[in-house]
Structures are given as C-alpha cells and as structure tokens.
Nanobody
C-alpha cells in the first residue's frame, strides 16, 4: 500500500505560480511512475503531467506544456508540480497518483487532492 499526500494548493491570481508536492509513504516510491491529475467542477478528471521511475521521462497534457514542470526526488519520496503562468482554467482539485506502468493510464494509488484556485 502506498499513501500519497498532496500539499501546496491555494488561491493565486492569474499569471502567478504555485508548487504542489506529493509525499509518498513507502520507500518503494521509486518503482512507480507518478502523475498529476486534476478535476474541475462538473468535469471529468484529466491527466496533467507524468514522470517515470527514474525521472528521465516526462509527459504533459497540451494545455500545460511550457508552463508546468513535473519532477521527483526519490530520496525524499516526493514528487512536485511547479505551475507557472497560471490561468483561471487551471482551477481544479489536483491529485497525485502512482502507476506501475508507463505511460500512466491506470493509476493504482491516489492522493486525497489539493485545491488550486486561480482568480482572474
């Protein structure tokens, strides 16, 4: 069992930045590919960004490319999402997830989510 805990969400003005963190409970964190998903009110949960076990491969949904950066520190069992130039349409609950496969299509573990609100 892997427990994931997100932090770093909050309220920010458009154009601002936030950094989300996802802390994992197990030392075997490094064997999982990790990802960020988000769900806006009334919408389905969507993939945002993913990073492979070693951190050498990443991928992003088109709407965040060039603005968001995913990274991980396996020594700290933590994944990050640096979000720059935020837009109101980035407002959502952000979830981190762990996957045994790459690319991430069917995560096996989920965090509880952290709210990100971008005001215009």
């Amino acid at each position: 069992q892997v427990q994931l805990v997100e932090s770093g969400g909050g309220l920010v003005q458009a154009g601002g930045s936030l950094r989300l963190s996802c802390a994992a409970s197990r030392r075997t964190f490094s064997v999982y590919a990790m990802g960020w998903f988000r769900q806006a009110p009334g919408k389905e949960r969507q993939f945002v960004a993913g990073i492979r076990w070693s951190g050498g491969s990443t991928n992003y949904t088109d709407s965040v490319k060039g603005r968001f950066t995913v990274s991980r520190d396996n020594a700290k069992n933590t994944m990050y999402l640096q979000m720059n130039t935020l837009k109101p349409e980035d407002t959502a609950v952000y979830y981190c997830a762990a996957s045994r496969g790459w690319p991430i299509t069917d995560p096996v573990y989920w965090g509880q989510g952290t709210q990100v609100t971008v005001s215009s």
